[in-house]
């Protein structure tokens, strides 16, 4: 059997090496308030399929 799109597992110390090195390469983290997304509206709902195969 094959994996498929497996992601590497990453530690604390990992991330944090990682966060660090985003901030001092002039990365910057914005913060959104609670109950809002992060991510920019796509414009409307998705496209429901009802039917079924």
Known sequence: M???NVKPVLTSA???EQ???FLKAGGQVDYVGK???GQA???GPKP???KSN
Request: net charge positive; no cysteine.
């Open 19 to 21: 966060t660090a090195a």
């Open 35 to 37: 109950g809002k997304s």
């Open 41 to 43: 509206s796509s414009g």
């Open 2 to 4: 094959s994996k498929k």
């Open 14 to 16: 990992e991330i944090e």
């Open 48 to 50: 429901v399929n009802v």
